[in-house]
Nanobody, 125 residues
Framework: QVQLVESGGGLVQPGGSLRLSCIAS????????IGWFRQAPGKEREGVSC????????YYTDSVKGRFTISRDNAKNTVYLQMNSLKPEDTAVYYC??????????????????WGKGTLVTVSS
């Protein structure tokens, strides 16, 4: 049973930082990709960041480049999203998703067959 569990969301002031965690279980693969997505109220879900196991390559949407960093700890089966210099427009439910076979392109939802339930990030003063 493949499971993804997000944690680390919460309330933070503009300019603050949070680190989200995605713990994955139930599979082994040499070619997986883990992506972070977010959905703000009234808006479509968008890809935020992604990392591929094959070469460690990463993706960031333009709005978070220079502020967010994705990383992985293979021993803990965990992918992190370090979010710095947070802005009110970063407020959203953040989801992690897994492409077990690396068939999609980082940044998109194609191939992302498994999803966590999300963690809420609120950036407000």
């Amino acid at each position: 049973q493949v499971q993804l569990v997000e944690s680390g969301g919460g309330l933070v002031q503009p300019g603050g930082s949070l680190r989200l965690s995605c713990i994955a279980s139930g599979f082994t693969s040499d070619y997986y990709a883990i992506g972070w997505f977010r959905q703000a109220p009234g808006k479509e879900r968008e890809g935020v960041s992604c990392i591929k196991s094959s070469d460690g390559s990463t993706y960031y949407t333009d709005s978070v480049k220079g502020r967010f960093t994705i990383s992985r700890d293979n021993a803990k089966n965990t992918v992190y999203l370090q979010m710095n210099s947070l802005k009110p427009e970063d407020t959203a439910v953040y989801y992690c998703a897994a492409d077990l076979y690396g068939v999609g392109y980082c940044g998109g939802e194609y191939g992302m067959e498994y999803w966590g339930k999300g963690t809420l990030v609120t950036v407000s003063s």
